[in-house]
C-alpha cells in the first residue's frame, strides 16, 4: 500500500480548505504575508535581550545572530520565516551583506548544497527588500 502523495500536503491542503471555510479572505494567506506582522528589533533592544545582558563581555547581537543564521542553515534551511527574520534583525544589529552571504557559505560543507543555496534564496530576498527600501 504506497501513496504517492506526501500526507504533510495533503493535511496541509485540508487545513487551508478549513480556514477557507472559515474566513474566505485566508485564501490569499501566504507565511510570507504573515512574516509582515513580526517587527525588526532595533539594534538596542536586541543587545538587550540577546548580548550585553546576557553576558557582558560576551558575544554582541551580531555574532549571535550570525550563529543563528549558520544555525538556521545548517537544519536544513527548512524555516523560512526564521531565516528572514535573522537576516532583518542581522541588517539591524550591523551586518554586512558580504558577513551574511559567508555565514551561510561557511555552512554549506556541514549543510550541503540545497540547504545553503535555500538559505542564500532566502537572504538574498530580505536584502533584495531592503535594497529596495532603501532607493
Do not use: C
Not at 501513496?3 to 485540508?14: H, I, R, T
Not at 504575508?33 to 538596542?44: H, I, S, V, Y
Not at 550563529?67 to 542553515?73: D, F, I, P, R
Amino acid at each position: 500500500m504506497t501513496d504517492a502523495k506526501n500526507p504533510f500536503e495533503a493535511m496541509f491542503a485540508q487545513y487551508q480548505e478549513m480556514a477557507k471555510a472559515m474566513n474566505p479572505a485566508l485564501e490569499s494567506f501566504t507565511p510570507k504575508g504573515f512574516e509582515a506582522l513580526w517587527p525588526t528589533m532595533p539594534k538596542d533592544v536586541m543587545e538587550m535581550f540577546f548580548g550585553n545582558t546576557i553576558n557582558k563581555d560576551g558575544l554582541d547581537a551580531k555574532t549571535r545572530l550570525l550563529l543563528t543564521l549558520g544555525a538556521l542553515t545548517v537544519l536544513g534551511a527548512q524555516a523560512d520565516a526564521q531565516i528572514r527574520l535573522t537576516v532583518r534583525h542581522l541588517l539591524e544589529a550591523g551586518a554586512t551583506k558580504q558577513e551574511i552571504v559567508e555565514t551561510i557559505g561557511q555552512m554549506s560543507m556541514f549543510a550541503g548544497i540545497p540547504a545553503s543555496t535555500r538559505a542564500m534564496e532566502l537572504a538574498q530576498d530580505v536584502l533584495a527588500d531592503k535594497e529596495g527600501s532603501d532607493t
